[in-house]
Structures are given as C-alpha cells and as structure tokens.
C-alpha cells in the first residue's frame, strides 16, 4: 500500500511562502514551551544550532552526540564556504538566483520551496554568525570577503580560511556552551543512539548507549529531532570522519519514517586519490581549490613524463574543454564524472591511473605564491604531509571521492517525517539538495534548518501535544530497549572470525563498484545478489571483543556495519528502480552520445520515500510528485 | 616497515595501567600512524585479544578528537599536525615507538589510550561565547573589522580543543586553550560587552577543574596542531588582571 505524501507546501507565490507559513504557524506560548522536552541527536552545525535555538526559546532540551565533546560533530571538516544570497559583491546576485542556481544544481530533483526558503534564510546565517563572533574573511576595508564556487557564476561564498565548517561548527558550539550554561540544554556526549521509541504511532523518545559505560537507557521526549549527518560511509572508504554512520536514521526507517531518494550521492571532485587497502579515510582538498587550480591529464594515453616535461600542447585541461563557460568550475558530480572518463580511457596519473591534476602553475605566475599560499595555505600543508608532495611545485594529484549523501529522510516543509514528531535536520535529510549538493551548500542547509527553519516549524507539531506527555513507565520503552540490548547481546556472542572492518571494507569496495560513480542495472542487481549474502555472512561469522558494560569500540562499530549492511541494499535499490541519470545518480544506460546525464522527466520527476515493510519483504516506494511552478525543466548545460 | 610497540593499556579509570609489547608489521610508509594502530588491532582481533582503544573521527586534523602522546610528545614528533596526521614515513623501519594517552590531572584517562576531556566543554560553557540570541543580529556588514584583526581573532580561532597543550605542559595548565578562545572573542567588537565577565569565569573554571598555572614553558606551543602562539597568553593574563582589578574596585564600591 502507497501513501500519499503530503509535503505541507503553503500556497501562495514562491517568494511569499516562508513569510505566509511563519505568519500561519502554530505559537506555543513561553509558559507552555517549559512544558516541552525536545531530544535532538547529533551536535553538528544543524544539530548544536537547533538546540541552542530551541533552548532559548525556553524549550527543555537534551542533545546526544557519539564524539567526546559536541564541537567534534563532522560539519567541522568542511573547508571552502557557506553560501548567502547577499550579493556583497554586487555581481548580480539575488535571492532567486541562489535558488535557480541550486534547483538547478540539483538537476531539478528538489522541491522548489523548501530550496527557496534556503536561499532566503542564507543572508540571516551570515548575520547571525558573525554576531557570534565567527572570523569570517575580510576586504582590508573591514566588509566582509566573498569567493566563487561550483555551479555558480557570482561570488557568494562566505569562507573562514579553509576552516569554514570548523568556524561555523565552534559558533554553533559556543551558542549551545552558552544554553547549556544556562540549563536549557542537558549535553550527552559519547552517547550512540540505538533506536527509536514510537508510541501511538509518535515519536516519543530514544535509545541510547553510554558509549563509556554500554548503559542502554532511554529517554522520553515530547519531540525528536535527528540531526544525524549522511550515509557516506556505506561507501567504507569517503572524505566522511570515521564515526560517520547511517544508524539513527536507519533505525527511524526501520520504525516506520521513510527514507527518501537513498541513491542520490555525491562524489567529491577533488580529493586526495587512494593509496591502498591500509587507508581508513580519504581527504577531502576543497572545492574552492578550483577557482585557482586547472585540471588536467597528458592527452596521450600511459603518459609517462613528470607532468612539468609535458608541453601545454599535449595536456587536455578537459573541464575548460568540455564546459567553457564553468570550466574548472563545472558542479562536482560532472566534474567527477569526467574525471572517472579520463582515467578510464587510461590517460589518468599516479599509481594505478586514477588520478587527475589540479595545477596552480599558471596561478603562482600570475598572481604570486604568496597569495596562493595565503588563500589554500593549509589546504596545500594538508596535501604535502600526505603525499609528501608540494603542490606549488608539482600539481597536486586529485581523484573524486564519496563526500556528501542527498538522500536522508523524507521531511515536509516543516521538517517532520511522516512519523509525527520526528524531525530531521541537515544532511540527515533528503529536502533540499536533489540529485546533486553544490559546493558550500550544506554549512547553509545545516545552518538554516537548525537556527531559521525548525524554532519556528517544530510549534506546529508541539502546538499539537499539549498535556499528552507520554510516561516513561509506557511499555513501548522498556521494549524497545529490549530489543536494542537483545541486537548487542547477539553481536557480542557471534564469536566468528572476522572483524567488523572487513565486512565494512568489503561491502564499502562493493557498493563503490556498482552504486558508485557510475551505475549500471546489471551491476546494481550483481550488487544486490551480493549484499543479502554478505550480511548473512556477518551475522555468522563477526567477531566483536570485549564486553557490553564498558567502552568497547568494536562493538560500536559492528553495530554500525550492520545498519550499514542493510542500508547498503536499500541504496542500491532506489538506483535500479531510479531509471534516469540526474546530478549524483548516473545510469550508464541513460546518457547522451557525449556522456551527460538524461534525465527523464516524464517518469521520474518525483521523490521516491522509501518505506519498510519487514526484513525478507521488499520496501514500499511511496511517490512525492515534483511541481515545478517557477522554473522550466531544462537539460543542466555548463557548457 | 617493521616496528615494536610500547603501547599503554588500562582498561578503565579506576585500574593501574601498564605498557605492553606489540609488535607492528609489514606496515606500508604511505600509512597513518592510526592507520598503523588499526592494521595492529585487526591483528589481535585475529588473535581473540582485545584492540587497543583509541580515539579518532576525521582523520584529517580538524576535529580534535585523536589524542596520543608519541615517544613522549602530546601528537607525536613534527610541528603543526594532529596523531591522525602523523605519517609512518616519518619512521625508522625497527623503531620502537612508545604510545600513551594525553596526561594530565583534569584528562581521566577512560580506557587504554582514551581520555576525558569535558573539563574543555565546562570552560567554554563558563563564558567562552558571544550571546547572540537566534534571529536578532544585524546586518553581518553593518560591523566593519580590519583585515589584520580578522585575520589574528581567526588564529586565535583556529584552536581544535584537543588539549596537547595541556598534555605537554609540565603543569598541565590549559592556559593556551583558553587564551586561545578570550583573544578568538576579545579581538572582535562583537566580543566586548562580555569580554570581562567571560576571561574571570573562564579562568576561574579552569582552575576549579584541575588544570596548573603557566610557568612559561612554552610546551603547548611547540605541540599545538593549530600553531596557535603562546603570545595569546599574555593577552589572556592583561585582560584577566583588568577583569580582577574591576572586580575589585567594584567590590569597595
């Protein structure tokens, strides 16, 4: 059975929807928001924002994070910048713009107005920011600097050195610090959470380990919000940090939210390119890194000249080639195809042929080292104390990489899930993004959900469950709970012989193979013969160390691999019955004579929210119909 | 490469720790130091011991999370770079390498190689923030700041919280840390309706929680991930020693 999604879009004119929709939501007075419990899961830039948010708005808030202290959520590690239609630098710039671009940029997979009211909240992040103190980069004047990025034609990127994501996260942080000081919020770190506890069809509360001393216990709420971060790790190898996990919002899933469009990924263009199978993680070099850098590769194939030996007329800067107005500029899941065309035709660098330059050459002759080593200083000392290379001499050597994931769960335009109650922020979304992210649009996102977006939407839920809290003593806790301890318990006594990482190694190279890059039908149901074995195989064969009642990080991370294991099959499905290639999702059977992408409007403008059904019964696809009232479908052309 | 390990295990904080000998083989130069902790503990997950727990998450020196001293120094021999940013090529093929985890009086170790660091949390909870209520701010260009201040409040900024600077410190003093965030906020217009009450119960927290004094060792600068220089200190104690005279005149009335 299907459900109707309905995503709650106010009516009106696009550019007056956010306005109306604020103006028509629900208020929940100051006496009654102290009546109020809200869990929010996960402290990174839309987590630690919305419960710093929440919490002065006189909500009673908890906030769990899995890491050791709420400012090492992964938002910290995004370099380049935050997008903000302010048009500082006069270029033309405006909020529609913004919103074209990103529509656009998405390869018209994302609902035009929750992408609109991201580009109109974009301008009150900077504002906001700044008031907290973020060192955002400076005009010598004192006004603040802006640069250009993927997918975009003017400069309205916000950046703090290439540290922009750590600066954003610290100002977060700092706001939470302050409503923790306060007593607003309680903070949980090293607190992993396991499951979800719905009570009369409402989300009403968490599982959760103490990851220092295994204490499963839950916690009621009168609303949760997840902001959880992607799925990138069911890749094993991605630019993501290592804790990175689907669980929270698989298990939700599993409980019932739908999980929407889990075969939008994105491939980074630019990252440093694998060495062997001893790697754990790959680095991300920023995208703003394109704005200075050529992309090139030797024109021949088995190019085996240093690359300063090889003359200019035997270089193919492909990207200036193939797309001359973006030209090294072109948004990444083109960029990164491209890259992957190179190479396969055997005209890649480095071992192993998968590699492609960036090159500052011509920028140091034209604008000086110094200002190269001022603006990607330390993206430059990241790469040479990996590499052992120095990219002002040599150009660096980059491959694409999984970065970003656009799927997530369903949300209305009020960022609940179908599930009443439960909420879901930033990446752990699927809203606004489509197909494909443009560069320094997930700081905005995560920002604009959890600081503009969910203070003012959360109310029309909350509105709702005046003096229906939910006891504690329901025995819908304890068996939740239940369950969690009887999946660890079962973990811990497999006793087999492999290690949680090797399954994760294996899975990540398998689905990287087929649901990577570039997708094929016959490779996605190789993929899905493969992975229902595999997890079998897992649930006979781990071996998982060490105790329940102490901080054991193998169990942690089996548990993750299994979610993962799961999650990899629904991934891969969406891929074989998503029958178009659009942004991030590219079908092999579905391009032009010259390699792009071909969407297929007529059959698939639409989200796909998946829905469970039971572990051997395949999931529902639930259909949201994409309405584009502002702008026309058109072929993404950067050329 | 080959290498022998000294690695410090204690499996919670209320247990006496030792060193124990694990030997590190055919360990690639390309790798990671935590790359090589991870081929080590799949080693003895294959042999039914217990891994070696250690902190980590991003990997690529940002998030502050790994924590190892190296051969006695708080992230290892090399200046400017996080554990995880440690490369084995920087290694002689038979070293043993002695592994422990960050010590300080304030830093609990939790188990082997793992530490407590929320005394962190608790000094920037005490007042290192900006209040700036959701949706009140101005418009972010109404405040002009000069490039060259921007560019020292983002020094300042750039702190990881990692707490190397306490590990390394002979008087595990978090001076660095905290001088980092009072000049990241005091620098700035924006930082300086709380500039006072934010250096006294910052400072304050700090020395509740166990941390030392700093004695100018300058340990914390030579470790620190960030490069965020000890110069900052002296800011910190000029506008602590302001801070205490207002509160003391304040006091007389």
Known sequence: MTTQLDARIPSGPLADKWTKHRAESKLVNPNNKRKFDILVVGSGLAGASAAASLAELGYHVKCFCFQDSARRAHSIAAQGGINAAKNYQNDGDSVFRLFYDTIKGGDFRSREANVYRLAEVSANIIDQCVAQGVPFAREYGGLLANRSFGGAQVSRTFYARGQTGQQLLLGAYQALSDQINMGGVKMFPRSELLDLVIVDGHAKGIVVRDLKTGEISSFPGDAVVLATGGYGNVFYLSTNARGCNVSATYRAYKRGAFFANPCYTQIHPTCIPVGGPYQSKLTLMSESLRNDGRVWVPKNKGESRRPDQIPEAERDYYLERKYPSFGNLAPRDIASRSAKEVCDEGRGVGPGGLGVYLDFAESIRRLGEQTIRERYGNLFDIYHNITGENAYQVPMRIYPAVHYTMGGLWVDYNLMSNVPGLHVLGEANFSDHGANRLGASALMQGLADGYFVIPCTIANYLATQLGKKVSPDRPEFRAVEEEVRGRVKKLLSIKGKRSATSFHQELGLLVWEQCGMARSRDGLKDALQKIGPLREEFWENLNVLGGQQELNQSLEQAGRVADFLEFAELMCLDALEREESCGGHFRVEYQTEEGEAVRNDKDFCHVTAWQYTGPDSKPVANIEPLVFENVKLAQRSYK | ?253
């Open chain 2, 1 to 253: 490469m080959n290498f022998k390990l000294k690695v410090w295990r204690q499996q919670n904080e209320n247990t006496a720790g030792q060193f124990r000998d694990y030997e590190a083989i055919n360990i690639p130069a390309e790798a990671s130091f935590l790359e090589m902790l991870d081929i080590v503990n799949e080693g003895l997950i294959a042999r039914q011991e217990e891994p070696i727990a250690f902190d980590s998450d991003c990997r690529e020196g940002i998030c502050g999370m790994c924590s190892l001293v190296v051969n006695g120094i708080a992230h290892g021999p090399g200046k400017a770079k996080t554990t995880c940013q440690l490369y084995m090529r920087r290694f002689q093929d038979g070293e043993t390498i002695w592994i422990e985890p960050f010590r300080a009086a304030a830093f609990p170790i939790v188990k082997d190689l793992i530490v407590d660091r929320s005394a962190f949390d608790r000094i920037i909870q005490a007042g290192g923030y900006i209040t700036a209520r959701t949706g009140s701010a101005p418009d972010a260009n109404s405040i002009p700041i000069g490039k060259t201040v921007a560019d020292l409040a983002m020094e300042a900024a750039a702190c990881i919280g990692c707490g190397a600077c306490a590990a390394a410190c002979p008087n595990s003093s978090a001076m660095l840390f905290v001088a980092a965030k009072i000049s990241h906020l005091g620098l700035l217009p924006q930082g300086q309706p709380e500039r006072t009450s934010r250096v006294r119960n910052m400072v304050r927290t700090m020395d509740a929680l166990g941390f030392g004094s700093c004695t100018n060792h300058y340990e914390c600068e030579a470790v620190c991930p960030a490069e965020i220089s000890a110069t900052f200190i002296s800011r910190l104690n000029r506008d602590y020693a302001v801070a205490s005279i207002r509160e003391g005149l304040a006091a007389r009335g």
